[in-house]
């Protein structure tokens, strides 16, 4: 069974600061890449930034400049820090992993259960 727990998220005022924290966790041979995704309410699902084991990134267009990516590895872990936070980032953040376990025959897509941040004064 593979489990990936989130923390961090809350609220927060417009141009403020938050660091979301994924663990993944459970019968896990090797991890390709995991990163977080977003949802607002009458909007869908959008990627948000991604990592690969060695380290490439890839960000959504509307965070560019403002969200940084990272992880360890060696913890299965993946952050996110959110900087310069707008009412527009007000979504539920879902971490994503990218990931073979041990009843996996190849890579497949495990999703946490969402964790909501929100920006408002």
């Known amino acids: 069974q593979v489990q990936l727990v989130e923390s961090g998220g809350g609220l927060v005022q417009p141009g403020g600061s938050l660091r979301l924290s994924c663990k993944a966790s459970?019968?896990?041979?090797?991890?390709?890449?995991m990163g977080w995704y977003r949802q607002a309410p009458g909007n869908s699902r959008e990627l948000v930034a991604a990592?690969?084991?060695?380290?490439?990134?890839n960000y959504g267009d509307s965070v560019k400049g403002r969200f940084t990516i990272s992880r360890d590895n060696a913890k299965n872990t993946v952050y996110l820090q959110m900087n310069s936070l707008k009412p527009e980032d007000t979504a539920v953040y879902y971490c994503?992993?990218?990931?073979?376990?041990?009843?996996?025959?190849?890579?497949?897509?495990?999703w946490g259960q969402g964790t909501q941040v929100t920006v408002s004064s």
């Open positions: 994503n992993a990218r990931l073979r376990s041990y009843h996996d025959t190849g890579n497949r897509n495990y």
């Open positions: 459970g019968s896990i041979v090797s991890i390709n890449a």
């Open positions: 990592i690969t084991s060695t380290g490439s990134t």
